[in-house]
């Protein structure tokens, strides 16, 4: 069996791309607030946005997934959401260790980067077999 490296190369070019987008909220996060939760604040902003933007390519691009209403597509995108709830934890789990544990000014957008690669590895598995799968 001969393997297209493709479609590997584009999803991890989309990755790249709503990790940029999810770490580039979070550094304008704290660039703009500064209160006790920042860290938290800038996490959620950070995620949702990489998250919409990894659905809309994900969607469109590696999936080629065409919904047939709005309705659909609303579900698919929360089913996506559920699925990425437990990545998303594997991304946060990442981050916050860094934050914490890493001394090193910048330490949590390592973190963040690698438990976004980690995580975004997982998913493509999951929404492959679960979200995506027309019966």
Do not use: C, H
Request: aromatic fraction near 22%; charged fraction near 15%.
């Amino acid at each position: 069996m001969k393997f297209n490296l493709k479609l590997p190369l584009l999803y991890a070019t989309f990755a790249l791309i709503a990790t940029a987008a999810n770490l580039l909220m979070q550094k304008t996060v704290f660039l703009l607030v500064e209160f006790a939760y920042t860290l938290f604040l800038a996490m959620f902003l950070g995620t949702l946005i990489g998250l919409v933007v990894k659905y809309v390519l994900d969607k469109k691009w590696i999936f080629r997934f065409t919904p047939d209403s709005k309705t659909e597509d609303f579900t698919t995108f929360v089913l996506y959401t559920v699925v990425g709830i437990f990545t998303t934890l594997l991304f946060i789990a990442f981050e916050m260790t860094f934050y914490f544990y890493v001394d090193f000014a910048g330490a949590q957008y390592v973190g963040g980067g690698l438990g976004l690669m980690f995580g975004y590895t997982m998913k493509y598995f999951l929404d492959k077999q679960y979200v995506f799968k027309r019966n």
